[in-house]
């Protein structure tokens, strides 16, 4: 993982990106005890323990160590993510092998503990804060920690929980919808139909999209909501192409030709009675925003049974379509969608699988990212501020480029994706 502030390093980048790929997995199995070393882990603390030797194991006296609390869930409902995104930590510090980055983390599924490992990270002095996941989370740690002025860089996409010591460093859907409509307006696109949950998510995706009309008022989209408990998606297909308003009027149209019976209306006959619909959907492309690719594949083939016509219509979405198996749908070829770098991630994935055995959880590749820019930015500083983080030309990792702001924002440039026959093609 390699991080660019000018254009000489980026030459020194592109050669080290090489080794990074061809390292050995025996020379990563042999590290491991770098890791290890490097790492504590605050374990549940009962109220009638004695926390003195915990408080003094977790001291160190050496300056040049710079600590980071990594809040993770290793237990419970989420604790493969938590599992996955700490071997990606840990797989980036032994790619970068410096020693003196040093880990405490911390399970944040111990509600009852929570606090008391906060503070036990305030009073180590912990320079950093990685994590957590998940909005609810990253509130109770914002809360606790709101005058600490400790950085805390979240793995969550919810820009809502930013502030000036919270960063959010998963890829926004803000991000991910201005990525969209400035690729598709370029494109000639301007009439949109959305399809988005009718939940606070989807809101959300509906403000945003108004505000980026309200700069580029050529443009317009129409929205349909779809309900998050049992959705019919017949129902919600046959909504978003108007489809019984237009078979209404194939069936006049038919009932009229048939009462002229004249030579030209018998012509116009023959070739209607092989339609289901008259007249042509009123969008240009339709977006879908859908909370899992289950309802993304359950709208992408009932669509077309309803005259929504892929040859006719772009079909478009966010990351959430990247997954090979769309490559399987027929209707999908030469649709797009807005994702962080795929092909990078997959030589990500394969360097992980060689050393845990197992797939790597889809924001691994965060962890992996932002531990080797510490890494990075520690030898080179020694010690962070959120000045040093500020740079701004910003970073390239294995997500690609990305930046930090003062909002708490971390600023990111989706790729386009086409749907290939056989694989994602990339377009700018």
């Not at 969608?337 to 965060?366: M, V, W």
């Amino acid at each position: 993982m390699f991080y660019i502030r000018d254009k000489f390093i980026i030459l020194v980048i592109l050669c080290l990106s090489l080794l990074l790929y061809s390292c050995e997995t025996t020379q990563l199995t042999n590290d491991k005890t770098l890791t290890h070393n490097q790492t504590k882990l605050l374990e549940t603390i009962k109220e009638d323990e004695d926390t003195h030797s915990l408080e003094k194991n977790l001291i160190e006296n050496d300056d040049k160590i710079l600590r980071i609390g990594l809040l993770l869930p290793l237990s419970g409902e989420f604790y493969q993510i938590g599992k996955s995104l700490l071997d990606s930590a840990q797989f980036a510090l032994e790619k970068t092998g410096n020693k003196s980055l040093q880990f405490y983390i911390v399970d944040t599924e111990e509600e009852n503990q929570l606090y008391k490992n906060l503070s036990f990270l305030i009073s180590n002095d912990v320079d950093l804060i990685l994590g957590p996941i998940f909005t609810k989370k990253v509130l109770k740690v914002k809360e606790y920690l709101d005058e600490q002025n400790i950085p805390i860089i979240t793995f969550s996409n919810n820009s809502e929980v930013s502030d000036r010591n919270v960063y959010v460093f998963g890829l926004t859907i803000e991000d991910e919808l201005n990525r969209i409509y400035e690729y598709s307006i370029n494109r000639g696109i301007n009439k949109f139909a959305v399809i988005i949950p009718d939940n606070e998510y989807g809101n959300k995706v509906k403000n945003e999209i108004n505000i980026f009309h309200n700069v580029n008022n050529n443009s317009s989209s129409q929205f349909i909501f779809y309900p998050t408990e049992d959705p019919d998606y017949y129902k919600i297909a046959r909504e978003v192409s108007n489809y019984d308003e237009r078979k209404l009027d194939l069936d006049n149209r038919i009932k009229l030709l048939e009462e002229l019976q004249s030579e030209s209306s018998l012509k116009e006959l023959k070739l209607l009675r092989n339609k289901d619909t008259l007249g042509e959907v009123d969008f240009e492309a339709i977006i879908i925003i859908a909370r899992s690719f289950s309802e993304l594949t359950n709208f992408i083939s009932i669509l077309p049974y309803y005259d929504v016509d892929p040859k006719k219509v772009k079909f478009i979405g966010n990351s959430i379509w990247g997954k090979e198996l769309i490559l399987k749908e027929p209707s999908m070829k030469n649709s797009y969608f807005s994702s962080l770098d795929l092909n990078a991630q997959k030589k990500f994935n394969e360097e992980y699988k060689k050393i845990y055995k197992n797939n790597p959880h889809s924001l691994a590749a965060l962890a992996y990212d932002l531990v080797g820019l510490i890494s990075s930015l520690n030898m080179e500083h020694k010690k962070i501020t959120k000045e040093i983080l500020h740079s701004n030309l910003g970073y390239i990792g294995i997500n690609g480029w990305f930046r930090f702001n003062e909002s708490g924002r971390v600023e990111r440039r989706p790729i386009i994706f086409h749907v290939g026959s056989d694989k994602f093609v990339i377009k700018n």
